[in-house]
């Protein structure tokens, strides 16, 4: 029995992991959107969410080391004004409503961020595992609009 649920188990895993892959693999670029503002405003501000997941791992282990946290901060928070930059603008308006689900995914990152910053400090819980659905649907959603997969 014990055997059973240990492949079953396993066979579990295993879809999951191949199911999530394209997800997280580099995004592709359909023929036409390549020099478009859309994919530099995507990478960007995946990167963004890359950096808050690794922020937000050092809150973990509290107490959080208040030097490492603040690195960390400052460095999410950097990214996060880089995807800023880049999601202006737009030449098409898929385009550019691709960037505004960016944008509004940056923004729940930097409310993420702001609430992580509290709990570092001890002075409140943080719910930024409940924020990541929504940061994630709205780089979902600019993905598509910009003509990713």
Known sequence: MRKLL?????????VWYLRK?????TPTVSAGVAMSPGPGCLMAAE???SSLA????????MPVDS??????????SSAISSAESACTGGTTDAER???????AALSLM???????????LGAGGFQGAMRQEGIDN???AARGKFGLR
């Open 47 to 49: 990167s963004a969410n």
């Open 67 to 76: 030097s490492k946290w603040s690195d960390a901060e400052s460095r999410v």
């Open 110 to 120: 930097r409310a993420t961020l702001a609430e992580g910053a509290h709990a570092a």
């Open 6 to 14: 240990i492949v079953a188990a396993a066979i579990a895993l295993a």
């Open 138 to 140: 709205r780089l979902s």
């Open 54 to 61: 690794e922020a937000t791992r050092l809150l973990l282990s």
């Open 97 to 103: 409503t691709g960037m505004e689900d960016a944008r």
């Open 21 to 25: 892959a394209p997800k997280d693999a």
